[in-house]
């Protein structure tokens, strides 16, 4: 992975968060993505989340697998902990990681070949296991690392660069997540930073895993007339389903609205995500109602954005697995390894 570091110059005007550090504090090195990538917005959006919400960049462990989405955690927070894995297996190595140490806010960001073909059943059961972390598809609908065939994500009549037409019905991550238990699942487009910033907050900060499914146009194999993943054609066809903000909890709350017109969903950590409603449609709550309402629009070709679902259940793989509070790094050998003689004993009560 090319890897080029910025200049560093940190001018004495910009702004600083409650940590002291500036916007720049969290960036990485310089993108070697092709110009006008949907994944460097994205980047944009990480950096300013992770600078909003005052996150230390030591406490952060970035993970990602293989593709030009994988490249990007090299693009923020140089100063985090990071993993790239090999193809489709980033969710293998998160949970080892979050297992020995729970304290780090785990990212994970990847992509519709890393994680609907090949990590398909990784990520399936990252989502089953509650593993604790935000996971990011930048979701391009083609594989760019080689040379644009179309991805598992591709809908059905979406036209390819050189003409082909793909027959093959897509896997939509959000529908996936939605049935599969996920606490957290929200929808996004590289090119709305303004919707997607308070939703990678909110998704940092809610237990278990959290989903977010970005639309991200490639610029070089998937932008053009008939892709159903450009730049043109999701702006003309983004359904908003909520306009969402993020409100901590340690500000005072003051909402102007009238009835019906913003919710205002109260994290598991006492934080709250005001939603501000572009009609009447569903209980965030509400599993099937989510899925349904996704589904419905996807059939008028609408891609609908926003918070689409938040479940009621707050635990988390450590509450599920019922390990100690204590990171299990920290602990000393002899607490993690008692020895033969328990080894010895364990044994006899299986024979």
Known sequence: MTYIRKPRIVHS?????????TLRDYEGGMS???????????????????????????????????????KTPAYFLSASHGFNSVHGRMPSVATGANAANRDLYYI???????????????????????????YLIEN??????????????ADVGSRAKKGEVNEQPPIDPVVLAISQGCNFVARGFSGDKRQ??????????NPGFGMIDIISPCVTFNDHEGSTKSYAYTREHQHEAVHADYIPRRQEIEVDYEAGEVATVELHDGNK??????????????????????????RRGEIVTGMLYMGRDER?????????????????YETLCPGADALAELQRGMR
């Open 13 to 21: 005007g910009l702004e600083r968060n409650e940590l002291g550090l």
């Open 32 to 70: 070697t993505l092709c110009a006008g990538c949907g994944h460097d917005s994205i980047t944009a959006a990480i950096v300013q989340a992770f600078f909003e919400l005052s996150i230390p960049p030591h406490k952060v462990a970035k993970m990602s697998g293989i593709g030009c989405s994988s």
């Open 108 to 134: 994970g960001v990847s992509g519709d070949g890393d994680s609907l073909s090949i990590g398909l059943g990784q990520f399936a059961h990252a989502l089953r296991r509650k593993l604790n972390m935000l």
């Open 140 to 153: 391009n609908g083609v594989y760019g690392l080689t040379k644009g065939q179309f991805s598992a994500s």
């Open 196 to 205: 997607l910033v308070p939703l990678i907050k909110a998704g940092l900060l």
């Open 273 to 298: 995500l005001l939603l501000k409603k572009a009609e009447a449609v569903y209980d965030l709550r509400d599993r099937a109602a989510a899925i349904d309402y996704v589904i419905s629009h996807h």
């Open 316 to 332: 988390e793989m450590h509450d599920v697995s019922n390990t100690t509070r204590q990171p299990l790094m920290s602990l000393p």
